[in-house]
């Protein structure tokens, strides 16, 4: 017979299993409990079981209610919808914002990174097709995404098919890079756990080639909340650690959603070779604030917050003669409204411009 003792630490455990269920999810501690009871008291489990369930039935219901006809007569027998395939490697013919494609390939790199707060079922079906607007008219090189929920990558595999994609995972919520085709090749990637994480994160890594060039890309979504500084200051060590002691022949470049603050940043320091591409690029205001509650009305919350929560880090390539990445040029992407009245995410996403230069001299990286 159980004692008193072991009863309430089982009430304590599952009271912190709910917890961190509902913090994952963004829901209460009452769904959070009904979930995990029915799969036994395993997080994970429970919240493949809630993302499946609910994300997939938002997916379903705004496709076919898109597809109804506006009438109930002379119903038709119809094959399933099939999200239509989009090469966006063309720039959107409809499109009211200028391109930046460069049509002859260029020799850089360009990149949009974006957490699509993919956790939030409201007017995600149009929300998705807003990312997939801006790719076709940004046509980036590289996406790094964050956020992402497993229907989500079924809608941008059938969507985006000019683009490899790669995923931090299978389950839940988690990370994912699109690479396009025709302009960057995949070679190796690779998952790298987050060990004492509490929020599922993880750090995804590639390397690429870019015209014959080595490119090594990170991204992650690091914990988040001001609570969890400890773990996220951790986490933040490890990426730098990796990005420090790549191979001096090759650039690295991190974009994600990193949830810090300026003061974490100053307590873990950065290496003496990797950069903060906001501040290289002169710290412009304009395009500071990624998390901005005073223009960005998807949460709908009363108070404001302005926080540079998404950055991304370079450390070029060192070697001589090797090809260096020297970052250009940024801009803040999805500031419009949908015709939903929402925008693509409660985040601004950040586009880059990288060029290519080459430089003689030895750049020494200390390790």
Same mark, same amino acid.
């Given at each position: 017979?159980?004692?008193?003792?072991?009863?309430?630490?089982?009430?304590?455990?599952?009271?912190?299993?709910?917890?961190?269920?509902?913090?994952?999810?963004?829901?209460?501690?009452?769904?959070?409990?009904?979930?995990?009871?029915?799969?036994?008291?395993?997080?994970?489990?429970?919240?493949?079981?809630?993302?499946?369930?609910?994300?997939?039935?938002?997916?379903?219901? !705004?496709?076919?209610?898109?597809?109804? $006809?506006? /009438? @109930?007569?002379?119903?038709?027998?119809?094959? *399933?919808? #099939? =999200?239509?395939?989009?090469?966006?490697?063309?720039?959107?013919?409809?499109?009211?914002?200028?391109?930046?494609?460069?049509?002859?390939?260029?020799?850089?790199?360009?990149?949009?990174?974006?957490?699509?707060?993919?956790?939030?079922?409201?007017?995600?079906?149009?929300?998705?097709?807003?990312?997939?607007?801006?790719?076709?008219?940004?046509?980036?090189?590289?996406?790094?995404?964050?956020?992402?929920?497993?229907?989500?990558?079924?809608?941008?595999?059938?969507?985006?098919?000019?683009?490899?994609?790669?995923?931090?995972?299978?389950?839940?919520?988690?990370?994912?890079?699109?690479?396009?085709?025709?302009?960057?090749?995949?070679? !190796?990637?690779?998952?790298?756990?987050? $060990?004492? /994480? @509490?929020?599922?994160?993880?750090?995804?890594? *590639?390397? #690429? =080639?870019?015209?014959?060039?080595?490119?090594?890309?990170?991204?992650?979504?690091?914990?988040?909340?001001?609570?969890?500084?400890?773990?996220?200051?951790?986490?933040?060590?490890?990426?730098?650690?990796?990005?420090?002691?790549?191979?001096?022949?090759?650039?690295?470049?991190?974009?994600?959603?990193?949830?810090?603050?300026?003061?974490?940043?100053?307590?873990?320091?950065?290496?003496?070779?990797?950069?903060?591409?906001?501040?290289?690029?002169?710290?412009?205001?304009?395009?500071?604030?990624?998390?901005?509650?005073?223009?960005?009305?998807?949460?709908?919350?009363?108070?404001?917050?302005?926080?540079?929560?998404?950055?991304?880090?370079?450390?070029?390539?060192?070697?001589?003669?090797?090809?260096?990445?020297?970052?250009?040029?940024?801009?803040?992407?999805?500031?419009?409204?949908?015709?939903?009245?929402?925008?693509?995410?409660?985040?601004?996403?950040?586009?880059?411009?990288?060029?290519?230069?080459?430089?003689?001299?030895?750049?020494?990286?200390?390790?």
């Amino acid at each position: 017979m159980a004692s008193t003792s072991d009863a309430e630490d089982v009430e304590v455990s599952r009271t912190r299993l709910c917890e961190e269920f509902a913090g994952v999810a963004g829901t209460d501690c009452g769904v959070a409990q009904c979930y995990l009871a029915e799969n036994d008291w395993n997080v994970q489990r429970a919240l493949n079981s809630f993302f499946e369930a609910d994300m997939e039935k938002v997916f379903e219901d !705004e496709w076919i209610s898109k597809q109804e $006809p506006s /009438t @109930k007569e002379h119903k038709v027998e119809e094959k *399933a919808p #099939v =999200a239509e395939s989009i090469d966006l490697t063309t720039d959107s013919p409809n499109s009211s914002r200028q391109s930046t494609k460069d049509d002859d390939g260029g020799s850089g790199l360009t990149i949009i990174s974006w957490n699509v707060d993919g956790l939030d079922t409201e007017n995600l079906l149009e929300r998705a097709r807003g990312l997939c607007s801006y790719l076709a008219d940004y046509t980036p090189d590289v996406v790094f995404l964050q956020e992402l929920i497993p229907p989500y990558v079924q809608y941008l595999k059938k969507r985006a098919v000019s683009y490899t994609i790669i995923q931090g995972g299978e389950d839940g919520y988690f990370t994912g890079m699109m690479l396009k085709k025709t302009r960057v090749k995949l070679l !190796e990637s690779q998952i790298v756990a987050y $060990p004492t /994480t @509490k929020m599922m994160r993880n750090l995804l890594m *590639a390397q #690429v =080639a870019v015209r014959g060039a080595t490119v090594w890309l990170m991204t992650s979504h690091l914990e988040s909340c001001k609570e969890h500084s400890g773990e996220r200051m951790t986490q933040l060590r490890e990426v730098m650690r990796r990005m420090h002691k790549a191979p001096d022949d090759v650039s690295v470049v991190f974009a994600g959603d990193t949830n810090l603050r300026d003061s974490e940043v100053t307590v873990v320091g950065l290496p003496p070779a990797v950069c903060d591409v906001w501040e290289q690029l002169g710290s412009r205001e304009h395009c500071r604030y990624t998390w901005d509650t005073r223009a960005n009305s998807n949460k709908n919350v009363r108070y404001v917050s302005r926080c540079r929560f998404d950055r991304i880090y370079l450390r070029p390539a060192c070697r001589p003669n090797a090809p260096r990445l020297v970052p250009d040029h940024m801009m803040l992407v999805g500031l419009e409204k949908l015709d939903c009245g929402r925008f693509t995410s409660d985040h601004w996403g950040i586009y880059c411009n990288f060029t290519t230069t080459t430089t003689t001299d030895d750049v020494t990286h200390p390790k």
